[in-house]
T-cell receptor, first 112, second 110 residues
Framework: ETGVTQTPRHLVMGMTNKKSLKCEQH?????MYWYKQSAKKPLELMFV???????ENNSVPSRFSPECPNSSHLFLHLHTLQPEDSALYLC???????????FGPGTRLTVL | DAKTTQPTSMDCAEGRAANLPCNHS???????VYWYRQIHSQGPQYIIH?????ETNEMASLIITEDRKSSTLILPHATLRDTAVYYC???????????WGAGTKLIIKP
């Protein structure tokens, strides 16, 4: 595997479910990011990690909970989501904060 | 970070050069110009960035005007696979926040 991978690629969940999105980067980067892309809206930065420490939490509701166990892996834990949370969730990484970001293919999430 | 203005959409014939403009009239001296693209249902892909000088890599060329108020991304020989939304972003290098606009939807036609 090369680059940034995300699993699953597609996810359908009910509002009472708990699920997790996984991101893995094989680039040796030190910074990782979660973005949300809703239909017809620009990408929104959700969370930023540098060397496994969270450096940004852009007023994201607590039903989204990130986890960065090491510099290669990033998770987004989801619980009691709302239908308006349906979107494409993108993970990215960069060598250091501020360097160009490399994106994964995204997880298409649908909340019923 | 400075705001950018891009056309909503553009067409280009396959094999021709695609020239995508971006206005960033309020850019500061320490802000770089970045270009990304997003092919349908995929994650954005980094293309190129520059500060003052023109830049070229295997994907594209970036031409920045002398006053730095605008720039043009050039795809020298567009193919159907270049059909995507192209985003022009300006930011201070140390600022990891990318302010994403609506971008330009580029359609390459056979």
């Amino acid at each position: 595997e090369t680059g940034v991978t995300q699993t699953p690629r597609h996810l359908v969940m009910g509002m009472t479910n708990k699920k997790s999105l996984k991101c893995e980067q094989h680039l040796g980067h030190n910074a990782m990011y979660w973005y949300k892309q809703s239909a017809k809206k620009p990408l929104e930065l959700m969370f930023v990690y540098s060397l496994e420490e969270r450096v940004e939490n852009n007023s994201v509701p607590s039903r989204f909970s990130p986890e960065c166990p090491n510099s290669s892996h990033l998770f987004l834990h989801l619980h009691t989501l709302q239908p308006e949370d349906s979107a494409l969730y993108l993970c990215a990484s960069s060598q250091e904060l501020g360097d160009e970001q490399f994106f994964g293919p995204g997880t298409r999430l649908t909340v019923l | 970070d400075a705001k950018t203005t891009q056309p909503t959409s553009m067409d280009c014939a396959e094999g021709r050069a695609a020239n995508l403009p971006c206005n960033h009239s309020t850019i500061s001296g320490n802000e770089y110009v970045y270009w990304y693209r997003q092919i349908h249902s995929q994650g954005p892909q980094y293309i190129i960035h520059g500060l003052k000088n023109n830049e070229t890599n295997e994907m594209a060329s970036l031409i920045i005007t002398e006053d730095r108020k605008s720039s043009t991304l050039i795809l020298p020989h567009a193919t159907l696979r270049d059909t995507a939304v192209y985003y022009c972003i300006v930011r201070v290098y140390s600022n990891y926040q990318l302010i994403w606009g609506a971008g330009t939807k580029l359609i390459i036609k056979p």
